[in-house]
């Protein structure tokens, strides 16, 4: 997850989110355009032009497949200028049941290739220097036309998730900054191809830039989300036809799952009786000369099952998409005022919480979360995952982490969100930052807290001092570098002339310069050695005033998206658990980060989605279907707890994500239970199995549970 969604989650307001709203052009308005007949023309094998389905008149009709998927829309010649427009922007049709993945890539001419990018599942990105130099990953819904804008301004890197307009889902940027004036071609690729599973299709109706934002198409004549939530025009199993439906099948559920406890062998904290430690009366780590253990306060071996935003809440903003729906509550409404929040200008709706209001009445908030925990228990979950409503956990009594808020920045932020690590702002922010654990400190259903989540830098392989250098923005640590360079090199301008092949009199001399490249291999050397240097710094200043304030709890780190460079392991250290996010159909290579830290591992997301139900995306992981979703759950918990370094994985997400998306637009089948607040028994019915295992296969007397899970393209964005 990102950083607007700590903001979100942790506050339930819908902060950070940004809807474009249109102005008064058109794209064909535009002297901008691209030619859709020349593009054809020189992607024969992958589109052409013809009459439209989703979109009126002649369309570029794109049909990707195993051989090609990427339509080059643009190269060095045409018609349109990037430094003259503001944004990028296409009027697209995906005439498929499932969720459009649009990647465009942007690639500059340079004898140098691209960062190594690793991605979120753990895949290697190309680093082929005909790979591109910056690439945005965009979602479309499926058979609703839509303008995708991309903000030239963005074009920088400095932000990785791009502002939503009507109808766009969710736009995620990997690469490195580029001036408009560097970029010798641009794609548009296309998917997900998996025959016989997505063969998809789309249609493209106009291409190009723009000054100002479109207007957005003309209202819809039927809606495509019903009262309660769900897609119209599509049936599955487990649809609600019915408000009835809906109240009398949780009331079931409610009355199956009440008083559920965990199995005899578990603790009070969902601990394993049969391996006993010394008790501290806090949660701790110990390794038993075999594998790492969590122990709970009352000395019980402990590893943390867990699963992440348990909310009673799954919003999504609604403004400029209002003839989508069916129905829309209002905030001023008696029954389902609750269900409503934002502002005029950013309208907030939140079905979830509608559909428990319809269920529960006035008292719904109490009742979802006593029936909550009870499912919560009958399926041997023992931790309350991030994101999460601290209130639900501490009132049943649940094992849970902490997400802290407001890691410490600066006004002067040195790439992306990393911040002036070297000033004495870093300095008395991360006082402040710390302060928030008086309120947890004596808490012993705490396993420990997470310094913060998904640190934008570190999404993809990036030298964080030469980056700094991009600019000539003056800082603290801008002035610790020159320092050290000085030192580095003896103060010998010279010597450090001929090594970075540069002619200054000075070292004084760096504090005004930029780099658009790197000026050596010596200069890329000398940057790196001092972004570890950063980096330490990042992590120790607030590890230190954490300590100062909570001695009880454990520093369960960063939950890094994944390891994107060896930076990532110098902070190690400092962390009583080293935390990653590990998206896949197995935990990612552990074995590693115990070993270079020396610290025991926990996960902080996992997940698998498919499209045979509600919902047209699958996530990060995709999997075929809800049984598989099953099998990929027990593969991926039992594998990893038959690891020594694993002490917690927990599932992302309790709920699932709203069809027209959340707030940064992701529309996931990821949920646990359905917006109508209904478990998917294939996915319950594995955890439940697996979930009674964890403490055998963990210890070595059980051989853990392994399936061959089909590989598809994920649907995510």
């Given at each position: ?6 903001l ?8 950070g ?8 052009r058109t ?37 990707p ?23 990028f ?20 001419e ?5 960062e ?59 690469g ?43 209202p ?72 790492w253990w ?9 590893l ?29 409404d ?30 719904w ?9 009870d ?42 969100d ?66 050290w ?11 450090f ?25 010596a ?11 950063m980096?330490?710094k990042y ?72 499209v ?6 699958t ?14 759950y ?6 990893g707890?038959?690891?020594p ?17 959340r ?5 996931y ?23 009674e ?25």
């Amino acid at each position: 997850m990102n950083r607007l969604a700590v903001l979100y989650f942790k506050t339930g307001i819908l902060l950070g989110c940004i809807i474009l709203i249109s102005c008064n052009r058109t794209l064909k308005d535009s002297d901008q355009g691209f030619n859709l007949k020349k593009i054809a023309a020189s992607n024969a094998g992958i589109c052409k032009i013809e009459e439209g389905q989703g979109l009126n008149g002649p369309v570029l009709k794109v049909r990707p497949g195993p051989e090609a998927s990427a339509v080059t829309i643009w190269k060095s010649g045409d018609n349109g200028n990037w430094n003259d427009a503001n944004y990028f922007v296409f009027e697209v049709f995906g005439n498929n049941d499932y969720s459009g993945v649009i990647t465009l890539e942007l690639y500059k001419e340079t004898t140098r290739t691209s960062e190594k990018i690793v991605l979120q599942d753990g895949e290697v990105a190309e680093t082929e220097k005909e790979s591109p130099w910056l690439s945005c990953l965009l979602g479309i819904n499926p058979r609703l036309k839509t303008k995708v804008v991309f903000p030239l301004s963005y074009l920088d890197a400095q932000e990785i998730f791009i502002p939503r307009s009507p109808r766009q889902l969710k736009g995620t940027i990997t690469g490195n900054r580029l001036d408009p004036e560097d970029i010798v071609k641009v794609n548009l690729k296309f998917g997900p191809y998996s025959s016989p599973y997505f063969t998809p299709e789309y249609e493209i109706a106009s291409i190009g830039l723009m000054d100002s934002i479109p207007d957005p198409f003309e209202p819809l004549s039927a809606p495509i989300i019903d009262s309660l939530g769900q897609r119209i025009g599509k049936e599955w199993k487990g649809k609600i036809s019915n408000g009835r439906d809906l109240v009398s099948l949780n009331l079931e559920l409610e009355k199956a799952v009440a008083g559920s406890g965990f199995n005899s062998s578990f603790s009070k904290y969902g601990g394993w009786k049969e391996k006993r430690f010394v008790p501290t009366g806090f949660f701790r780590t110990q390794h038993d000369g075999k594998r790492w253990w969590l122990v709970d306060p009352e000395g019980y071996a402990f590893l943390s099952v867990g699963v992440d935003c348990m909310r009673s809440t799954s919003s999504g903003p609604v403004t400029g998409i209002e003839d989508l729906f069916e129905w829309l509550p209002e905030k001023k409404d008696l029954i389902f005022g609750e269900s409503v929040s934002g502002n005029e200008k950013s309208k907030v709706v939140d079905f979830y919480k509608a559909n428990l209001i319809r269920i529960f009445g006035s008292d719904w908030k109490s009742r979802w979360s006593k029936m909550t925990a009870d499912m919560l228990r009958s399926l041997s979950i023992n931790t309350v995952g991030n994101w999460s409503e601290i209130s639900f956990a501490k009132e049943n009594k649940l094992a849970y982490v902490l997400p802290l808020s407001r890691f410490p920045g600066t006004k002067i932020q040195l790439y992306r969100d990393f911040p002036d690590v070297f000033s004495d702002e870093y300095k008395k922010n991360s006082e402040e930052f710390a302060r928030q654990l008086n309120d947890y400190k004596d808490d012993p259903y705490l396993i420990g807290y997470f310094l913060r989540n998904e640190p934008q830098w570190a999404f993809g392989y990036h030298n964080l001092a030469y980056e700094m250098f991009a600019t000539d923005q003056p800082s603290a640590t801008k002035d610790e570098f020159i320092k050290w360079i000085n030192s580095r090199y003896n103060n010998d301008i010279q010597a450090f002339n001929k090594s970075w092949n540069l002619n200054f009199g000075k070292f004084d001399e760096l504090r005004n310069i930029t780099f658009k490249k790197y000026p050596s291999t010596a200069a890329d050397s000398d940057f790196y050695s001092f972004s570890s240097i950063m980096v330490r710094k990042y992590v120790d200043i607030p590890c230190d005033e954490v300590v100062k304030v909570d001695k009880h709890h454990l520093n369960l780190g960063m939950r890094y998206a994944w390891i994107s460079s060896d930076l990532l392991y110098r902070a190690g250290e400092r962390f009583d658990v080293f935390s990653i996010n590990g998206y896949g159909y197995a935990p990612p290579p552990t074995a590693d980060i115990a070993r270079i830290s020396n610290k025991p591992v926990m996960i902080g997301e996992f997940h698998h989605g498919a499209v045979d139900r509600a919902l047209p995306a699958t996530g990060i992981t995709g999997v075929i279907s809800q049984d598989e979703r099953g099998l990929a759950y027990r593969n991926y918990i039992e594998q990893g707890f038959s690891r020594p370094e694993l002490i917690g994985m927990h599932y992302f997400q309790w709920v699932d994500q709203p069809y027209y998306g959340r707030f940064d637009g992701e529309n996931y089948n990821i949920g646990i239970v359905t917006i109508q607040n209904l478990p998917y028994p294939e996915l319950t019915q594995a955890m439940r199995i697996t979930n009674e295992r964890i403490y055998k296969v963990g210890s070595g007397s059980e051989e853990p549970f392994k399936a061959e899970i089909k590989k598809i393209p994920p649907i995510h964005y």
